[in-house]
């Protein structure tokens, strides 16, 4: 096979799915830090205000929530976590030096993507029952102030916590070449498909 | 002309003279309710009298004129304290908790002991430690991580550089064309 000959990676479908999702968090999460921090405030600019901020933010997240249930069904069986990406995660440091050669047979995904995944989903479902909980003036009247403060809190902690792990998505994009065109074009070379997703190849020339 | 200006006021400032009585206790409401907002949402320290001077129709200059500092204005308030005690209201006293910085209202009560007989002013209001804990420690934290790790990020390409499985070989080949 001609190593630069192009695989299909990700389907039209998926590759929308994907962005859509990625154009929600990136509102959400603009939106939702011009609400956490004082110090950046002015990012409510962006969304016409300090009001329109807290009014749209919200519903932003829905639709968020909404196109990240129907990626999490696509990628799902993808992501189950097997024996060998505990070897992969034990050897991190060969990892992040590019070093590739000395880790186990990847397949659709390593290890390190099917943890972001994982951690993607647990971040959700919290920001959305949370979001639920304290969204004034329709549903934070229904409960416990108690349950209401928890929920800012576990909302504000999911929050963090997902967009630390979308930064180091967006790295790990930028740093393995080819990523950003599979999610925008849908394509991978097969010396790419070699290199980091061997396993995958395999499977899928012999389909 | 300088005849002119100078005689205008005259009329205009005795016509005016009765409401100014009226005028006068307007503007010490109005100041009242700003200051008490201030002191309220900032504490005895962290108010500051520029800013209720802005918030009111008033000058810094007329609030000390009325009210005199922020600690004559407690100061007022311990003058009807002990006014209501002489009256009988032994435990009449100053509502301002300071679990909670302050009120949105500083209360003087006939009974300071039993906030609660005033539609249910809590006794000892304190911040919840989630609020605390959401508002204290956590948000300057986060932001630090956020940005810690996109630096991180920055600094390993800058030292790793970049995984290109489609550029392995010409990358190689470089160094033996030079």
């Not at chain 2, 004559?72 to 909670?100: C, F, T």
Request: charged share 20%; aromatic share 10%.
């Amino acid at each position: 096979m001609n190593p630069k000959t192009q695989v299909e990676r990700y389907s039209d479908s998926e590759r929308v799915n994907h962005w859509i999702v990625a154009i929600a968090f990136i509102l959400a999460g603009l939106s939702g830090l011009a609400m956490f921090h004082p110090a950046l405030f002015w990012l409510s600019n962006l969304f016409g205000g300090g009001p329109w901020t807290r009014i749209l933010h919200p519903f932003i997240g829905v639709v968020m929530f909404a196109a990240f249930v129907s990626l999490m069904v696509r990628f799902w069986g993808h992501n189950k976590i097997e024996p060998r990406d505990l070897q992969w995660l034990k050897q991190w440091r060969d990892v992040v030096s590019n070093r590739e050669d000395r880790l186990p047979e990847v397949g659709r995904y390593n290890a390190g993507q099917k943890l972001l995944f994982w951690l993607t989903v647990i971040c959700m479902i919290t920001l959305v029952v949370t979001g639920v909980l304290f969204w004034r003036p329709w549903f934070a009247g229904y409960f416990p102030v108690a349950l209401v403060r928890l929920a800012t809190l576990l909302h504000s902690a999911a929050a963090t916590v997902l967009i630390i792990g979308i930064i180091v998505h967006i790295y790990a994009a930028i740093w393995i070449k080819g990523s950003i065109r599979a999610m925008m074009r849908g394509t991978v070379s097969v010396k790419w498909a070699e290199k980091h997703h061997m396993a995958w190849l395999r499977e899928k020339i012999n389909k | 002309m300088n005849q002119l200006v100078q005689s205008r006021p005259e009329p205009a400032a005795t016509a005016k003279a009765p409401p100014r009585t009226y005028d006068a206790e307007r503007s010490m409401a109005d100041i009242l309710q700003v200051a008490t907002a201030e002191f309220a949402d900032k504490g005895l320290s962290g108010a500051r009298i520029d800013e209720i001077a802005a918030a009111t129709q008033t000058s810094k200059r007329m609030i000390y004129y009325h009210f005199g500092s922020k600690e004559d204005m407690i100061e007022q308030a311990g003058e009807r304290i002990v006014d209501l005690k002489e009256r009988g209201y032994q435990n009449a006293g100053l509502y301002d908790p300071q679990g909670v910085g302050g009120t949105h209202v500083m209360y003087v009560l006939k009974h300071a002991d039993k906030p609660q007989i005033y539609h249910g002013l809590p006794a000892d209001p304190h911040i919840s430690p989630m609020v605390g804990l959401w508002k204290g420690a956590l948000k300057p934290l986060a932001l630090l991580a956020m940005g810690v790790t996109a630096l991180a990020g920055f600094f390993h390409y800058v030292k790793v550089g970049p995984n290109d499985a489609d550029a392995d070989d010409e990358s190689a080949e470089t160094p033996a064309k030079h």
